[in-house]
């Protein structure tokens, strides 16, 4: 994750707190959540890509798929 964007998304959030946000920053801090939001997706989807469960029956399979036996 890129830390100017992280960095970028932290100060924009302390003067939120303290003196308040422009239009412009509000509308900028509402990109960054969303490009920061959509990189933790991606991180929490490619996690689940390598995990893997025992079945009862002792098989192994990848995890999206035992999840969509159950739904």
């Known amino acids: 994750m890129d830390k100017k964007l992280i960095d970028r998304i932290n100060e924009l959030a302390r003067k939120k ?3 308040g946000l422009t239009a412009e920053e509000q509308a900028e801090q509402k990109k ?4 920061y939001l959509g990189e933790i997706r991606q991180q929490f989807n ?3 890509d390598n ?3 025992k079945e009862k029956d002792g098989k192994v399979v990848p995890f999206k798929k ?3 036996k159950q739904g």
């Open 32 to 35: 960054l959540y969303q490009i």
């Open 66 to 68: 035992a999840y969509k």
């Open 51 to 53: 995990v893997s469960v």
């Open 17 to 19: 707190k303290s003196v």
């Open 46 to 48: 490619a996690t689940l």
